[in-house]
């Protein structure tokens, strides 16, 4: 759902959360609304919360507590903070809205049909982005000191994924080499290898379908139990974040660039068989795809999928 407003700039918008007119009691004091003005900005735990808003952190428990309830916030990670467990909060939306009637008939946005829903979601929900982008560094980094040349295609998979937005909040992508632990804690989407992206090096050992380092960077699949050995190899893989179970990773990954590009063009041109799932387990959203120079020009420009 969206509030939309119109300006002399044209129309903005912002996502919003519907809720029930018996939910108004637990925003109704002035320290709640201040509570989900600071989560509004970012995700906090109580205790901060209470620093910041200079009160006990029994009345802050209590409205989380009761925002938690209205499903106005939600619990998004936990982690230790002085030898302690903090659990953060955030808003669920931007803004809210009370319906007192239903809606009526108006030009809408397309929403997304069913079967890609399910594939995007969580890295785009409500026709905004909910993820961190992260390609490789340009520069030499990591064990190999290797340059990406990843994040170029970067570019591409970026457009198509800004077909299925309408909403944009803040930046999202970010090079590798500046990626903070924090960051790690939402959905990622990783673009390039393990050679070139240091945060896909750390999940690697993870995934359905990894890369070999001591096989000269062959890709095998756990799924099959296929090792493939080609350049031009690539991987799409969705599965659990490891760094916070709670979110998801995407991993667009080729053993070496031609690769990499090789699942733009995947994603670009057949999409709609990569929800399938893998061939061997259709449950699990793996895939193995070879690029493919039809015109002999030098240049991938089309794909098989492997599995």
Request: aromatic fraction near 10%; charged fraction near 25%; proline fraction near 4%.
């Amino acid at each position: 759902m969206y509030v939309i407003t119109k300006n002399k700039q044209g129309l903005s918008s912002l996502p919003a959360k519907e809720i029930y007119p018996s939910s108004i009691k637990s925003i109704s004091s002035s320290l709640a609304q201040k509570i989900v003005i600071e989560l509004s900005k970012c995700p906090m735990y109580p205790m901060e919360l209470a620093k910041k808003l200079k009160v006990n952190e029994q009345k802050i428990y209590y409205h989380i507590r009761n925002l938690e309830k209205a499903q106005i916030i939600g619990e998004i990670k936990s982690t230790i903070v002085q030898g302690a467990t903090a659990h953060y909060y955030a808003l669920k939306e931007p803004a809210l809205v009370i319906k007192f009637r239903e809606f009526q008939s108006t030009q809408r946005i397309k929403e997304l049909e069913v079967q890609p829903k399910s594939f995007l979601e969580p890295f785009i929900e409500d026709g905004q982005l909910n993820a961190n982008i992260i390609v490789g560094s340009p520069d030499p980094h990591g064990n190999e000191k290797a340059r990406s040349r990843d994040g170029y295609y970067g570019i591409d998979l970026a457009l198509f994924f800004g077909t299925f937005l309408n909403y944009i909040s803040s930046l999202h992508v970010k090079l590798d080499t500046e990626t903070r632990t924090e960051d790690l804690q939402n959905n990622l989407v990783l673009i390039g290898g393990p050679v070139v992206n240091t945060v896909t090096e750390k999940v690697n050992n993870k995934l359905y379908i990894r890369f070999d380092k001591a096989n000269n960077w062959n890709i095998f699949s756990t799924i099959s139990k296929r090792t493939y050995h080609t350049d031009e190899i690539g991987v799409i893989i969705k599965q659990k974040n490891p760094f916070n179970k709670k979110k998801y990773i995407l991993v667009v990954a080729g053993k070496r660039y031609t690769g990499t590009k090789a699942v733009i063009v995947a994603f670009v041109k057949y999409f709609n068989e990569l929800l399938k799932g893998n061939r061997y387990d259709n449950k699990i959203f793996a895939k193995v795809v070879e690029g493919i120079d039809v015109d002999s020009d030098g240049i991938v420009d089309d794909v098989e999928i492997l599995e």
